[in-house]
């Protein structure tokens, strides 16, 4: 049986760029597209789509693409053997006896998804062979899986209504991927994903390091500026600017040009990611560090960065509304989360928070695809 994971973003950081794509993403998932989030390594398009399952509400059944992936990774495969005997003893004097050897058939991943109605997130899916991926032709157009005609089971599958997927991909001139054939890439929405402007990739770098804001607009000027002149350009700044704030926040190195300490984690994270000579690379960085070192403030206290900060917590939904929630569902006698969303006029974000938090005080429980008040609130 394939994992089933519940999708949970922790630490998302919502600032108003990625907020827009957000929505715009969720609306399309919403009246039934999928969608593919395409963009340089490292723009955050993993994060978005288990942000996105998350906002669904479903299960999450994750893939990643790799040139490896066969159509049985996908569909699923007949495996081991089940055996069937039958003694007939119908004539006393006669015993019959009935050996059956048959093969079992274990759903795979895409299957399970599919015929449960959960959220597929198929990550870097252009690592896969075009070939492997042509079973997702009919599944997102004509809602059904052609599975591999055996005697004891139907050669198609319905797909849920509820089925939902959502693809990455990392554009075509990155190594290890394939060319997506046409028809698949029009069966989807596509929604480019550039680097993220610098006021997210400094709330990301707050937010998830507990960096000074100080030190995350240090951080991310210094890579963004190495990779325009150091031809590293090809991924985006984002995940070398996490990696430098979390090692200076973790041991307490501050972020100044003239310490060696952060010379040293600067050169390390970011000297590997160019296509230049490493002479050439560690030069511009150093001249780099060297000019920023000339504008700080030669009296300037290097005070140790804060401790980190526990992982950002989404903050709980207001207590009016868990309890609007809580009467709605009781006095309906249970409820669909598109139901609740309509009758009170509210947004999936806050729908969704305010339910956990229900779900975890104990006070409701999701039966399917209803949410019903737990019998203990009811006595
Ligand atoms: N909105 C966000 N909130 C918090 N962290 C984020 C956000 N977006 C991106 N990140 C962080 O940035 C880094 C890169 O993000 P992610 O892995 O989603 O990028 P990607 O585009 O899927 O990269 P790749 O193509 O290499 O898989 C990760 O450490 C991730 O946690």
Redesign the pocket.
């Known amino acids: 049986m394939p994992t089933v994971l519940h999708a949970r973003s922790r630490?998302?950081?919502?600032t108003p760029a990625?907020d827009r794509l957000a929505r715009r993403s969720l609306r399309y998932l919403q009246s039934g597209f999928a969608i593919h989030l395409r963009?340089?390594?490292?723009?955050?398009?993993?994060?978005?789509a288990l942000?996105l399952a998350d906002l669904l509400a479903r299960p999450l059944v994750l893939i990643f693409g790799d040139d490896e992936l066969k159509s049985s990774d996908l569909v699923g495969s007949q495996t081991g053997y089940k055996r069937k005997q039958v003694v007939d003893n119908y004539i006393h004097s006669v015993i019959k006896l009935e050996d059956e050897l048959q093969q079992s058939w274990v759903d795979s991943r895409l299957t399970l998804a599919a015929k449960e109605g959960f959220t597929l997130v198929y990550?870097?899916f252009n690592r896969s062979r075009p070939e492997v991926n042509n079973i997702l032709l009919s599944v997102l157009e004509e809602k059904l899986i052609a599975l591999p005609p055996t005697q004891n089971r139907s050669e198609y599958l319905r797909v849920h209504p509820q089925f939902r997927a959502i693809f990455?991909s990392?554009p075509a001139e990155y190594c290890g991927v394939h060319a997506t054939q046409d028809a698949l890439m029009d069966r989807l929405i596509t929604l480019d994903?550039p680097e993220?402007d610098q006021l997210t990739q400094i709330e990301?770098l707050v937010?998830?390091t507990g960096t000074s804001i100080e030190a995350a607009e240090k951080i991310t000027a210094l890579v963004q500026n190495f990779r325009a002149n150091a031809k590293a350009d090809l991924?985006?700044g984002?995940?070398p600017s996490?990696a430098i704030a979390k090692i200076c926040q973790d041991h307490q190195i501050p972020a100044l040009a003239r310490n060696d300490e952060f010379r040293e984690v600067c050169a390390d994270v970011l000297l590997s990611r160019t296509s230049i000579t490493l002479v050439e690379s560690t030069q511009i960085l150093f001249e780099q560090l060297n000019q920023l070192a000339e504008n700080e403030p030669a009296d300037v206290p290097e005070t140790p960065p804060l401790l980190a900060e526990e992982p950002a917590v989404e903050p709980p939904a207001p207590p009016n509304l868990s309890q609007r929630i809580y009467e709605y569902v009781q006095h309906n006698q249970g409820a669909k989360l598109s139901e609740i969303e309509a009758s009170l006029s509210l947004n999936r974000v806050e729908t969704v928070n305010a339910l956990r938090s229900l779900i975890q005080k104990g006070i409701i429980k999701l039966n399917d695809d209803r949410i019903y008040v737990q019998e203990a609130q009811l006595s």
Not at 11 to 14: E, L, S
């Open positions: 630490g998302f950081v919502n990625i963009g340089p390594a490292g723009t955050g398009k993993t994060t978005l942000h990550d870097e990455t990392n994903m993220p990301i937010q998830r991924a985006s984002l995940r996490i």
